[in-house]
Every structure is written in C-alpha cells, then in structure tokens.
C-alpha cells in the first residue's frame, strides 16, 4: 500500500479572511475556490507542493449534526481547539516575524522545545492553531 496526505481539513467561518490569511501570509496558492458566501470549498497549498492541500471548509456542515454540536463546535473554534495544524519553515523566527506582523495572534513566541526542535505558533483569523516547527 502506498498512501499519500492529500488534503486536511481546516474550518472557517469568513471564507474572505481565511484565504488572506493563507495565501497572503503565509505565501500558500489558491487551488480552488467554489460556492459562494460562508459556503465556499477553498483549498491553499504550498508553491512548488501541489499534492498536499488543506481544505478550508465551513464548519459543522454535516446534516447529521445538532444544533447542540454545531454550538459546541463553535465554541471550540472560539477558544482554539478545534482545529489545528503543523507546518514546518527552515527559518521559524523570520516566518514568526513576518507572521506576527500581519497582526496574527500569536499563541507561542519562538522556542526551542526539550524535544529538540525550535517552534512558534498562532491563531488562524477562524482561531485554529497553526504551529511552524524547524525542518528536522
């Protein structure tokens, strides 16, 4: 078996912030962009990485979902639990620099961890954490 990661999926709630966000801060390429309002199927990747995308998806779409679950997930992605993701630089305090000044929340300024690598993190504008490690 041979498997490969496609895509992963981030929730958003403002389509429009999002991909400025991940296209104008952090330099990923608008792969597709389909739907209208809140829902727009969005997918940004890495320049020069086109088999490896993160879907940026309303949440809580699901018609098999409550209302309560749909509250619940809202609260999550208020508080910065919900969604995730890790990305790797080969200069974290450049990209920490860059990042920062767009005026991104910042979660953890750069640090080197006891595991041995050297990472930062932020809040995407839905508030999912995005951490930047070193390239190993």
């Known amino acids: 078996m041979n498997l490969t990661i496609h895509t992963t999926v981030l929730p958003h709630e403002d389509p429009d912030a999002s991909v400025a966000f991940y296209r104008d801060v952090l ?48 609260d999550m992605m208020a508080k910065g639990t919900y969604g995730w993701i890790l990305l790797a630089s080969d200069d974290v305090d450049g990209t920490f620099d860059a990042v920062q000044a767009s005026g991104a929340e910042v979660v953890q300024e750069p640090m080197d961890q006891p595991y041995g690598l050297r990472d930062c993190a932020f809040r995407d504008p839905a508030g999912n954490t995005v951490r930047i490690r070193a390239v190993a």
């Open 27 to 74: 330099g990923f390429e608008v792969r597709t962009d389909v739907g209208s309002g809140t829902m727009r199927w969005i997918t940004v990747g890495p320049v020069g990485q086109p088999g490896t995308s993160i879907l940026l998806g309303p949440p809580a779409v699901d018609p098999g979902i409550t209302d309560d679950e749909r509250q619940m997930i809202g």
